[in-house]
């Protein structure tokens, strides 16, 4: 029997009264009160031109997609090492994917390895701060100044972490967040588009509202709204944003706890990594920790099945992660051939350990014990 779940998630006991609170306004469509209260929280906390809620991270990435003005032969480069929704909004739109290869310390895109990827058919460069850790964005930027090449965040994972003092969903020219029930802030389904260069804001509100210059309407700008663009329906219910509102309110108090929950896991574990017996997550000097997964690296992947076994057994649920999109059934006919044997590494050996606000010290530290006994080093 499970005693302790992968995820749980984390009600601060608020949601359901400003779900109500919306529902008595009249007003459950989107673009209500609570969804200004969650678009001026991030624009006024992290400094973002533009947020619009959107009902997923997913939607957002297929909002970035139609604003890159992608089209059929044009190429995106993304990590192999990601969720599908990452290049499946590029796919979409009929862009060819160009994978790149996790670093070896971590499972963030290998930067070095970008240029050579380049072509004249390139258009943008998809970035995932994987754990919530940040990519190397001034290589990143770099190439992008000196290809003229968009650069789009998936910052799924990534809510209040930051890369050399700047909040990540920041640096690119637009980024997008998950508020899915396994992050740090949660609204069940749900997600974030931003925008961070002005002349993307008009036309960002038109795609996310089906087409339509809506917005622009109910702010009084033009005196009817009109099918002025392509575009579809982005926005989440306001009850959507109430709950995610909520969670907002409490979320010092939701990363504080988590990261002690992170770092309770590394000084536990760190002696696997001292005798090379584990890789465990590592945070590079320019990068924060928003303590949204603690994972480890096994030798192999039946090493990582036992383990896996074990502390089932033990009634731990621990969970392997994505699987390299370079060698997923859609895409491998597709793909150029090129080996990314640290993506796949990390699909054979990377296990993510139960995280979650509820989760308890004592709980960290039956995990801690069981792992080290699967070693021999308790």
Known sequence: MIRIPFNKPFFTGKETDYIRESVASGKIS?????????????????GFKKALLTTSCTDALEMTAILCDIKPGDEVIAPSFTFVSTVNAFVLR??????????????????????????????????????????????????????????????AQAVDSFY?????????????????ETKNVIAGEGGMFVANDDALVNRAEIVREKGTNRSA??????????WVDIGSSFLPSEIIAAFLYAQLEHLDEIQSKRRKLWDHYR???????????????????????????????????????????????????????YQSLHKSPFYEQRHDGRELPNSDRYTDCLLRLPLYYELSDADVGMIVDSVLSFFGQH
């Open 267 to 321: 000084q536990g574990l760190e002696i696997l990594e001292t005798k090379g017996i584990l890789q465990l997550p590592r945070l590079p000097d320019y990068a924060t920790n928003n303590g949204h997964m603690f994972y480890v690296v096994c030798r192999d992947l039946e090493q990582r099945d036992k383990l896996i076994a074990h502390l089932r057994s033990r009634g731990i649920l621990a969970v392997f992660h």
């Open 164 to 180: 050399k003092g700047k909040p990540l969903g920041s640096l690119g020219c637009m980024a997008t967040f998950s508020f899915h």
């Open 30 to 46: 989107g673009d209500g009160l609570f969804t200004k209260k969650c678009h001026q929280f991030f624009e006024g906390r992290y």
């Open 94 to 155: 009929g862009a060819r994917v160009v994978f790149a290869d996790s670093e070896a310390t971590t499972p963030n895109m290998d930067v070095a390895a970008i240029e050579t990827l380049v072509t004249p058919r390139t258009k943008v460069i998809v970035p995932v701060h994987y754990a919530g850790v940040a990519c190397d964005m001034d290589g990143i930027l770099h190439l992008a100044r000196k290809h003229n090449l968009r650069v789009v965040e998936d910052a």
């Open 217 to 226: 309407f109910f702010r009084g700008e033009v005196d009817k709204y009109r």
